[in-house]
Structure formats: C-alpha cells, structure tokens
RNA sequence: GGCGACGUAGCCAAGUGGUAAGGCAGAGGUCUGCAAAACCUCCAUCGUGGGUUCGAUUCCCGCCGUCGCCUCCA
C-alpha cells in the first residue's frame, strides 16, 4: 500500500516516493520561542507526529523541526530584560519540550536552531546574490521577487496582487525595497543591536532563510515533505522555494502538507487575537493530555478546522476512554484454547481499514471510525466470554498498532499512574468492600456516594471495587 | 478587493454518483442488590436555488453563511 498525502503545490494528493530509496526526509516549521506554544501550535505538531509515525510504519525517517530563536519579538524582549538571545529563548525552549513529551510527541531528529546556522544562512545568501536575485539597500540584501518566475505557485496567488490588493493594510513605504513583495534575506542593524559580524555586514537573518538555509545543511538540496501549518503557505513557505530554487537550481520539496487551524469560539486561536491557552493552563483546568491529543490529532481531518469547546474535549476524553477500556478487557484475557480457534477475521479487516485510511492522506478520523466499529462488535462478544488466543493475539497486536500513530495509551497510562488514592479515601473504600461483604447495600451505597463527593467514583465488577478519579 | 477552504443529526465528525462511518449527548431496554461499564433498539436525506445524469449529499453554476491567507503567525 502506499501513503498519499495533499500535496499543497499541486493541490492534489500524491504518492510518498522517497527521493532515496527507503528514506523519507522530512521538515517541519517548529515554534518562534518568544513565548510559550499554544495548543493551536500543538495542533499542527501532533499532525506532524502522527505522519511522522506512520511514515515509520515502512519508511527510515529523518525529521528535522527548526526552533526560531531570533527573531523581532524575541529581541525586543530581550532588550527590554537586558539577557542575551540565549538567556531569553532557553526557557522558552525548555517550555516547549515539556510540552510535547506531555502530548507523546516524539522527539525530531534534528532541533537545528537559527543562532546556530548564521554561517550557512549568509552562504545562502551570497549564493543568491551570484545567482542575481538579490539587491542591497543601506546594508540589508532583499529578494527580488521578479527574479524568481515561479513565485506564487505555492499559494496560489498571483504575486503582484498579494500585497497591492491588501486594502491598505501594507505599508508599501515602510522599507525601502524595490517592489513591496520583496522580502529582506537580512536586515542590518546598528553596532548596539543584537546581531551579527559577517561578510554581509552586521545584521540578523530574515525569517525565510533559516528554513532554506538548515533544511538544506541537514537534508539536502532536495528532500521529501515539508510541513508546517497553512498560515505558513504564504508568504513563509513561498519564500522558502523562491530562495531555496533559485539558488541551487533544483526542485526544493516534493510533497507541501499543511495542517489546518485550531479554532475556539469560530475563529482561528492565535497569540495576536489572544484567545489561546497552552498546555499548562489546560492541565492545571483538569484537562487530560490523552484527551488533548486526541481532540487535535484524531478531532477532525487535519485538513479540516478543529474546534476547541468543552464539549469537544469530553468527547475526545470518552472515545480515548473507550479506547483504554477496551484495551484493559483485552489485557484481561485469560488463554484457553491454545490457539485451536482462528482469529476472528474482523480483527484482520479492521486494520485493513484502518491501514487505508490512514494511506488516503492520514484519515485518521475516518480511522478511528474503523476501530469503534470493531471495539463494540467485540464487546459484544466479550459480554458473552472471552476470546480465542488467536484472536487476542491478534489484537494485542492491532491495538500496539493503532496507538503506534494515535499516541494516547501511553498518556492514559501515565495520567491513572498519577492518580492515587489518599489515606482516608482508601479507608472508605476498604470499610464499603467490608459492608458489600454483609450485602449491607444502604451502607456500601451512601459510602460510594461519600467517595464521590471527594472526586472518586467506584465502579463494581465481578473482580471487585473499581475506582477513578472522576 | 484578490486568493483559498468549508457548510452532513442536539453537538463533533467521516464518507460515497445509486438513498449516509464513528464519537459525545438524549430516550427506551438487557445485565446489575442499585449504579457504573458493556451490549441492544431509537434519533439526519447531507446550507439554499438551479443544471448535468436513469439517478447527486457526492459533478457544474448562482446565492446565503462561516473561516483562513493576503502583515508576525502552527
């Protein structure tokens, strides 16, 4: 089977060919480490991870994520706190793995960080300028965007529309550059302003180069798939090839992927709008990483706009639930018949669907639908005694398979790890397992709705009290 | 204004030219001392007006609505 993914260039879905046999190159936009990521971030991160793990499902995977550690708003604040660049993205560095060991995302090959590719950006750079495509104004070195006949075809837009038609929004005068659309490949600065020696003069590097500039240096002039969120398309990602093609003459990225947004109360979470939250204020509020992860990676096509209410949350922490349940009844399974009985052929069916849905361009919605279906068939049938060893096999196997790309066992793993029972609580609870053994009902019942009170609820089953904090 | 996307049940969300997965919520059952969990049953004709077609939710056009990009942005 072969993974088709959208491909935003050609607007058409198409084959994941590695250009090297077996080895699929990837790059994904990571954050500007000005502040901490936000979940709308961590949308488009978890995308990347799920392609990511099914990439690796048949493929070697080389993933690079860039952190952006100079940029405006992080010199300003800075400047305005007297630290150096360093000082000032460290924590927010640290902030941003935290963050993604909490969603299960794994970790990229390679976290290439600006400051660390001046070097390779300026020799960019100077490529370009041999190639004739750039242009210096008072120290900094533009692109010339005319230079560059393909531009726009990423975003489709015509580029001589772009900025001119923004309805006054662009100050055209604002740099003095030879066409508006041009953008700044480095920017100089005065002596006292952070930035850099080198043969350019001093200044710091435009955004775009340190994409083209260390995907190049770790992947190569021509790699697979490049990732990032659809508000890079433009002008980002258009940039991107505009650099990176004219200055090596060669075909930049096979396959554009762009995640959709996250979306809370209709609009597109964003910094700039302030309707964002980040992980720790969602945790701190009670939300569940598992839930978070599967609200963002399986909540809808990542195509397609998430949206972020209380009400999507349940229902992302309840299919996780049902997910986690149903697994712990598997887990349960006690062998019996050696293997005599064949695994049940819904088993094998269900991870063909959901293999194929995942290869229609990472459905992971249309996934899960797959695996629902097959978890309440098999309920069912558990509700009737157990399963052949084949068939448990089979799906200890599907399970590890499906959360392979899903990620949330793990998190629901950790999050009943960390809870725990205090000594009084468990006091009741041991005084409603006395009262049960009496059949004093009255008891056992007003002691369950004690422990409720206190945020745990206990279930019972044939094997005994079963409790969880609720 | 330009470019693009979307509009499926109370909510979320897949999907197909031949009468619509799944999750949440709700109703009624089975099971249970009672609950919970699990299971069973019920709950949509796919924004709107046309067109193409034997047949459209699925293709085309108009309209309405929502959102995104065009400026830093996942």
Known sequence: ???????????????VAPLQAGHVRMYTCGPTVYARSHIGNFRTFIFEDVLRRWLERRFRVTHVMNLTDVEDKIIRNATAASRDLGEETAP??????????????????????????????????ERLGAAGVTYDTDGSVYYRIAAFPGYGRLSGARAEGLIAGAGGRVDADEYD?????????????????IGWDTPLGRGRPGWHIECSAMSMALLGESFDIHCGG???????????????????????????????????????????????????????AGARPSALRYLLGAGAHYRKPVNYTDASLHAAAESVDRFADFRARVDA???????????????????????????????????????????????????????????????????A????????????DRERLGESLTADDDAVLARREAARAERDWAESDRLREVLAERGVSVEDTPSGQRWRRS
């Open 177 to 193: 550059k030879e066409s508006p659309r041009d953008f700044a490949l480095w920017k100089a600065v005065r002596a006292d302003e």
């Open 1 to 15: 089977m072969t993974l088709r993914l959208h491909d935003t260039l050609t607007r058409a879905l198409r084959d």
């Open 92 to 125: 927010w560095i640290d902030a941003f793995f935290e963050d993604l060991d909490v969603l299960n995302i794994r970790r990229a090959d390679h976290y290439p960080r600006a400051t660390e590719y001046i070097a390779q950006m300026v020799e960019l750079i």
């Open 230 to 284: 659809v508000d890079n398309i433009f002008p980002h990602h258009e940039n991107e090839i505009a650099q990176s093609e004219a200055a090596t003459g060669r075909s930049f990225v096979q396959t554009w992927a762009h995640s959709a947004h996250l979306r809370i109360g209709g609009d597109k979470m964003a910094k700039s709008l302030g309707n964002f939250a980040t992980m720790p204020d969602l945790v701190a």
């Open 401 to 412: 398979e499906i959360d392979d790309v899903l990620g949330v066992l793990p998190l629901v």
């Open 333 to 399: 399974h006690a062998p019996q018949d050696g293997g005599q009985v064949a695994a049940d052929p819904r088993i094998t069916q269900t991870r063909e669907a959901f293999e194929a849905a995942m290869d229609d361009d990472l459905n992971l919605p249309e996934a899960m639908g797959a695996v629902f279906t097959l978890i309440r068939s098999l309920n069912r049938d558990l509700d009737g005694g157990d399963l052949g060893d084949a068939s448990h096999a089979e799906l200890v196997a599907l399970i």
